[in-house]
């Protein structure tokens, strides 16, 4: 699965496609192949949601982003104005409008490269004056706004022109407002307008001056100028009776064309054109379906049905207009038959998680929904990576929360928008819903777009469920009882969802206010529950749901009516909660976070502003064995507090960018933190043990380790299949020990080396490391060197990896400076594994025998060809004919003949040709050091006799050089040559100590 993509480009730059998607949450990705593999290039900026990207025509290295998505849905993100890149897209610049908060459409002038246009639609939830059409003839050094609406809730929906005609230009303005239980789609400055000298000045295109618009008022206006005849001109007007218009005049008169129900559906979602370069009756309108015309737009039919759906923006190559991209809410597709099939590239991870839980299995597995994505099941590691295919839909819809059924782990719960809520089957996938109903009187029940489940951690298969009152079920959802009053604010003004839309009618799940937003029982107490509402209540029962305190009164600096985000209760102290109040609804995008230690009766505001924490808040959670150690989830990113909450620092490991971070948990076996991104996909970070570690005293030390969780073997699994390059595979779990030490400082002079130690002190290996200030994380491949291998015609994939050392505690030593530190390190067995510590020995004592003999056959193999190699060279210096030189050539064929039995000759290129002892013994390594556990009787057997059969060819060797070289080497003194020497095995030993290394690992990973 993927994510939304909310506008994308594409520009033949020096015979190769580059495109270029911006994902409405997850960044600008850049291919450099035609989209079969992406990149991304804006990780570094502070925003992540992307409204707009243009490439100047004239200049391809010159990319403009504007970020803040303008398809204005309920869960959108926000921007910070307009970037441009002149690398193509390895860096970036912020150049203003700061305060649009989304950005729509850019053009470029193709004639001059510094004139640029920008659409900013501007604030969703509040006015705004940074808003309308703006324009810079310095390439961005400075703005001008060129057309304003009439009041500060107007800003900017579309621009359109025609590179033959590019001071033309066509905006339409929308007059629009979002509140958290309505949407306004359209109002008095919604309207067309024209500019043909280049936005100086505009005309407003109105029923009465241009004949065949529809009546006013209007709402959201999709424009479009055909690329081959400027003259032809489409906009799709959302108004009481919404259609597309066609004009072949440049906008003087208009004909209503296709009015049909995808045509004048959710305009305020779906309000885009484009026209076919080549052909001015060619066009596609982005809807619930990919629709496309090929008669002017008379009519039009869906191209895209094996797609997602939910079609925001296309382009087409001009060179080929057969080649089509777009982009949608699951994802980005290919077309190269003009948009009649398509193609689905798996390779952007760019899915909008709303929540995510985990599971107990090991691996673990990862459960979580997706924003207009279903809900899925995937694997936290398998082998050969996490790819698409190990991800399982198990439930429809938007999907919010998903839970394994602690009863039975071959169900899950996972609820859909508006309260869907189902038990499904992970085997058979039969899906029961179980969403309690209204009762008698009542006309619904209302759940939020966002409705929380909440599972007991008190009573095993109890299930919490909210609407304006909290259900719970103990019996799988076959009943619910209600356990409390309505407990938001009942305003029957924010009740009124019927008459959502503006414009057009639009009611969905989106608008339901007045609920019940999110459920915290205490795991220390069962009838300790916390609840919070959309509307600004947080509620609280000591008894189990008989009654119930409201103490909102008790929370100040938070103005009226927040949203509860979140409300968590402490794992180590009934009295203490969390609750994260959010107010970007209101149009306030800064963060509140609040503890109680009473139950509520008074409330503490965290200092987040004071640490820099930027984004309104999502998530507020405790670590599960340190409650000093927070973990906020916000909008533009994670923050992490060590000390209760009282200072905050930025999480940015392994480049994680500031993406939303809507949900997270700690898997308490393996203390990773998953993180649910509503952009990124799951990212995971590896053993969080060390930030427990982070206590005063030890970041007033110079330098320490922080002990971290013992080690453990992970088996050697085969699995996973390729998908190919346009699929993207997450990583899995490291299968190397995890060192992490603290610095006070930067570690700038002298050397900083690990290293490891056995338990008798002796050397085992050095780790590369890391010299930041803060947390370094090294990683150990556990593994010894690997054998050195006789070159030959052929490949051994077998012998490249190294022996695993034994399970045991080892020691890891620090030396920075002239000061030494240590620690111990645990490493152990998989627990999952059959065998025992006394086969491993079996196995480690085989597999480093087998290891020995293969560096000792390489000794043998080189000192064989040095004495070939030498016997050669002597022969080149003496002249033709010479007894001598007959010796040395027979000498040499016969040492070369010798080394035939040992390595192949032949060529047969990498896994072909000849077989020889070199071949036996790297398969045999390999089998052996492939598996952790006692060898079967036939390896053993198989070892000692390649040994024997190696040393029968090495006596044979020994025989050549005994009986040969002193005769040959008096001969060579005698005309002053330098003799043939047979390096010893010790000297070989030395000259190749310390080579090969096993490579480091990640730490932290994305799996979607």
Not at 528 to 549: A, H, M, P, S, Y
């Amino acid at each position: 699965m993927s994510g939304r993509i909310a506008a994308l480009t594409a520009v033949n730059d020096g015979g190769r496609l580059t495109v270029y998607v911006g994902a409405a949450s997850g960044g600008v990705w850049k291919s450099i192949n035609g989209g079969t593999t992406f990149k991304p290039v804006f990780d570094k900026e502070d925003v992540q949601s992307i409204g707009a990207v243009a490439v100047d025509p004239s200049n391809p290295k010159i990319v403009w982003v504007g970020t803040g998505e303008a398809w204005t849905r309920n869960s959108v993100s926000v921007g910070d104005g307009i970037y441009k890149s002149t690398d193509g897209g390895e860096n970036w610049t912020n150049v203003g409008l700061k305060d649009s908060e989304r950005i729509s459409k850019i053009l470029v002038d193709p004639r001059d490269g510094n004139t640029v246009y920008a659409c900013a639609t501007g604030h969703l939830w509040d006015d705004s004056a940074e808003r309308g059409v703006y324009r810079t003839t310095d390439g961005g050094q400075s703005w001008r706004k060129v057309l304003a609406g009439p009041n500060p809730a107007t800003g900017c929906a579309l621009l359109a022109m025609s590179a033959q005609e590019p001071r033309t230009i066509y905006a339409s303005l929308w007059d629009f407002r979002r509140q958290g239980w309505t949407f306004r789609s359209g109002g008095p400055g919604s309207g067309l307008y024209k500019s043909a000298d280049g936005g100086e000045h505009w005309t407003e295109l109105t029923p009465a001056a241009n004949k065949g618009l529809p009546d006013k008022p209007y709402g959201r206006i999709a424009v479009a100028v055909a690329p081959s005849k400027p003259q032809v001109v489409y906009a799709m007007i959302e108004s009481q009776k919404s259609a597309l218009f066609r004009s072949d005049d440049g906008g003087r008169g208009w004909t209503k064309l296709d009015a049909s129900q995808y045509m004048v559906w959710r305009p305020f979602y779906f309000a885009n054109l484009i026209v076919d370069p080549k052909d001015p009756n060619k066009l596609f309108k982005p809807d619930g379906p990919l629709l496309v015309s090929v008669n002017g737009g008379r009519s039009f039919s869906s191209s895209a049905d094996a797609a997602h759906g939910d079609f925001h923006d296309v382009w087409i190559d001009p060179a080929n207009p057969n080649l089509v991209y777009t982009g949608d809410d699951g994802g980005f597709w290919r077309s190269t038959d003009g948009g009649t099939r398509w193609e689905h590239l798996m390779n952007l991870p760019v899915s909008q998680f709303y929540h995510v839980s985990v599971d107990g299995a090991d691996p673990y597995r990862v459960y979580g929904g997706l924003q207009d994505n279903s809900s899925w099941v995937g694997d936290s590691s398998y082998p050969g990576g996490v790819s698409n295919s190990r991800w399982e839909n198990v439930y429809g819809g938007d999907g919010f929360w998903v839970f394994e059924d602690p009863t039975d782990p071959a169900y899950v719960y996972a609820e859909a928008q508006g309260g869907e809520i189902g038990r499904i089957n992970r085997f058979t996938h039969e899906i029961r819903s179980i969403k309690p109903y209204a009762q008698y009187g009542e006309k619904k029940l209302r759940f939020n777009w966002n409705t929380p489940i909440h599972m007991s951690a008190n009573e095993k298969g109890t299930i919490y469920l909210g609407a304006q009152f909290l259900f719970r079920s103990r019996d799988h959802g076959q009943s619910w009882e209600r356990i409390s009053p309505d407990l938001s604010t009942n305003d029957p003004e924010k009740q009124k969802q019927e008459e959502s839309g503006g414009v057009t009618v639009d009611n969905s799940a989106a608008e339901m206010h007045t609920t019940i937003y999110s459920i915290s029982e205490s795991p220390k107490n069962g009838q300790l529950v916390w609840v919070g509402t959309d509307d600004g209540n947080v509620q609280l029962t000591r008894d189990g749901g008989k009654t119930w305190t409201s103490v909102i009164g008790n929370v100040s600096g938070v103005g009226k009516n927040p949203w509860v985000s979140w409300v968590e209760a402490s794992r180590f102290d009934e009295a203490v909660a969390y609750a994260a109040f959010d107010r970007h609804t209101y149009g306030d995008m800064k963060p509140y976070c609040y503890k109680t230690a009473d139950y509520g009766k008074t409330w503490t505001a965290l200092p987040l502003p004071d640490s820099g924490v930027r984004g309104y808040a999502h998530v507020v959670r405790e670590d599960t064995q340190d409650p000093r150690l927070l973990f906020l989830g916000t909008e533009f990113g994670l923050w992490i507090s060590v000390d209760g909450g009282q200072h905050w620092a930025q999480y940015k490991g392994s480049g994680f960018p500031a993406v939303a971070v809507r949900d997270l948990g700690v898997q308490p076996r393996e203390s990773d933190l998953v993180l649910a991104t509503h952009g990124r996909g799951i990212w995971i970070i590896d053993d969080i043990s060390p930030l427990r570690a982070l206590t005063p005293e030890l970041m007033g030390q110079t330098a320490a380790f922080i002990a971290s969780r013992p080690a453990v073997q992970y088996m050697d699994t085969f699995g996973g299949w390729p998908e190919g390059d346009a699929s993207y595979n997450g990583p899995g779990r490291p299968r190397e020990a995890l060192i992490t030490y603290y610095q006070r400082s930067r570690h700038i002079f002298g050397d900083l080396k690990v290293e490891v130690l056995d338990a008798a002190g002796k050397f085992v290996d050095t780790v590369p490391s890391g010299k930041r200030r803060g947390l370094n994380r090294a990683t150990w491949s556990m593994r010894l060197r690997p054998p050195r291998v006789p070159p030959a015609a052929s490949a051994i994939f077998g012998a490249a990896i190294g022996p695993r050392v034994l399970p045991g505690t080892y020691t890891v030593k620090m030396t920075k400076g002239d000061q030494v530190y240590t620690t111990k390190l645990d490493v152990v067995l998989d627990p999952r594994a059959k065998y025992t510590v006394e086969d491993r020995k079996a196995q480690f004592d085989l597999v480093s025998r087998l290891s020995q003999m293969l560096n000792h056959m390489s000794w043998a193999v080189d000192a064989i060809i040095g004495v070939r190699d030498q016997a050669s060279d002597r022969t080149s210096k003496l002249g033709k004919g010479e007894t001598l030189a007959g010796q040395l050539t027979s000498l040499a064929q016969a040492a070369d003949a010798i080394r035939a039995k040992i390595v192949a000759t032949r060529e047969g290129g990498m896994i072909t040709g000849e077989e020889r002892l070199r071949e036996y013994l790297g398969g045999l390594y390999g089998d052996v050091n492939g598996y952790d556990g006692r060898p079967t009787a036939s390896q053993a057997a198989r070892a000692e006799a390649l040994a024997r059969e190696l040393e029968d060819v090495i006596r044979e060797f020994n025989q050549l050089t005994a009986q040969r070289l002193p005769a040959v080497n008096r001969g060579l003194a005698a005309k002053h040559l330098e003799p043939v020497r047979v390096v010893s095995e010790a000297d070989w030993q030395t000259r190749n100590a310390g080579e090969g290394a096993p490579p480091p690992a990640q730490s932290e990973r994305r799996i979607d």
